[in-house]
């Protein structure tokens, strides 16, 4: 799929640009601080229902102003979808195709993106919560259900810890117990059901990053992709095996929750390993190879997408072509064929190439250069 138009009003620091942008290569070219970021931002908005900068919508706004609003039409196979996403005052407006949806998941599953910027480049190294997070926004791009199956856990794990805090205070920790369990059940359910999500896209994410990567090092570097947990599971295993899993930990472990004041299992706590000829990248990776590693984990997202729906998503991709050597960039150029890219970068040279459709973004507007 492709953007064909983006449309922004009083969107950061975008007083009012409408904007076309070809299927293939776009690159938004512009010094800093120009409005380039804001907006992938708000095309990124579309595929994932909020910032990507973790920015509340009101953060959006444009200083001084009200609200704003945010259109995309992109271009299916077989047909031409439009979102819309505008906040006035206190008031969100959600359209798809012109109609009103309610909830922010009924706008999310349409458009699907991409997006590779500086941060990622940490995700090897980085904390354990960078690369759930990773996760859990490219499974909600594929399952939008579980973006409420995980606020859902979110809510359950965070009044079960207000009770184990309850219980860790008080001298009848006893009394607890009943109101404990009754969240433990609950949380056991929602964690198995995570848990599978996750299971199943770390080894779709393996088995497309290993391709990649090895391809990527003429053969030299052999990837491997394991999910972390300390609970157990294996290949095959249902839901219903997994749950009484969960419970299990949760119900051997509570005197130690309760003397720690929070839960101590659960998808909230695991972990990515990646394994490059058998070490731990997150050790040993050299600068070079961690960058190889974010590169094919961000193209192995989108094969991801593209094997589930039959079309490539849009990649976004901010500010890291300079990050990129010449051989990692051909790799990529290569790799992704059909596809839009959204570049931007403050260099026009950083990436080669005859078709490319460059916009120059100057102090929030934009402007095609031919
Ligand atoms: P760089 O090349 O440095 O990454 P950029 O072109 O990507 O620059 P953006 O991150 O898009 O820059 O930001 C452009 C400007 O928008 C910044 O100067 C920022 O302060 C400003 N800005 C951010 N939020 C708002 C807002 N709510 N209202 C007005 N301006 C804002
Ligand atoms: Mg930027």
Known sequence: MYVKKIKLSTFRNIESVEMKLEPGMNFLLGENA?????????????????????????????FGKRGFTAEIVYQKKDREETLFYGLDGKEKTKKKNGVRVDRITDMLGHFRAVLFYPDHLQLVKGAPFERRRFLDIAISQCYPVYINLYSRYLKYLSERN???????????????????????????????????????????????????????????????????????????MDKESLEREYKRAFSESIKREIAAGSTLFGVHRDDISFFVNGKDARDFASQGQQRSLVLVLKLAEGKISEALFGETPVYLFDDVLSELDEERKSFLLSGIKDAQFIFTGCDREAVKGSSLHFIEVKEGKATEIK
């Open 162 to 236: 207000t009770l184990l805090k309850m219980a860790q205070k008080g001298t009848e920790a006893e009394s607890f117990s009943a109101q404990i369990a009754v969240y433990s059940e609950g949380l056991a359910s929602l964690a198995a059901e995570i848990r599978l999500y996750r299971e199943e896209y770390v080894q779709k994410l393996a088995a497309f990053g290993k391709e990649m990567l090895f391809s990527l090092s003429n053969g030299r570097e052999n990837l491997s992709l394991n999910y972390e947990s300390d609970t157990v599971y294996t290949k095959g």
């Open 34 to 62: 120009q409005g380039k970021t804001n907006i992938l931002e708000a095309i990124y908005l579309f595929a994932r229902g909020k910032s990507f900068r973790l920015a509340k919508d009101s953060e959006l706004v444009m």
